[in-house]
């Protein structure tokens, strides 16, 4: 049913779903190793389901909440207990680097905020 549902999110954003319509897309979106016209091949095809990371790359280019284009409309239904704040203490380096990043204008903390994002997605 994956396979379907990526197909159904190609279309729905204007795409043809075909491997190389989408192998161009995705690679163009993703920080990580690229990934060959055979992977997405087998996604089309139902064969295999991509990992998180990239589910969440093809969800975000496609327009769709990645829960929704992994398991369907149905699963995101199901869920039904409430979500309360975490609560996350923390101490040391991470309370310094914390209060720093405070202190910063605006437009450093974007600075650094995507700078940190971009190791996420280089080392996830």
């Known amino acids: 049913m994956f396979a379907e549902r990526l197909k159904q999110a190609m279309h729905a954003a204007g795409y043809e779903a075909r491997p190389s319509v989408l192998e161009r897309l995705f690679n163009l979106h993703y920080w990580g190793k690229p990934v060959t016209y055979q992977a997405v091949r ?4 139902g064969d295999s389901i991509p990992e998180q990371d990239k589910l969440q790359v093809l969800a975000e280019r496609l327009g769709i909440e990645p829960h929704v284009l992994r398991y369907g409309e149905a699963a995101g239904s199901r869920v039904g207990e409430t979500h309360g704040k975490w609560e996350i203490t923390i101490g040391g380096e991470e309370l310094e680097l914390l209060q ?10 974007q600075i650094v905020r995507q700078v940190m994002l971009a190791f996420l997605r280089a080392y996830a």
Do not use: H, N, T
Request: proline letters at 7%; aromatic letters at 14%.
């Open 42 to 45: 087998r996604w089309l095809r």
């Open 100 to 109: 720093a990043y405070r202190k910063l204008p605006d437009e450093q903390r």
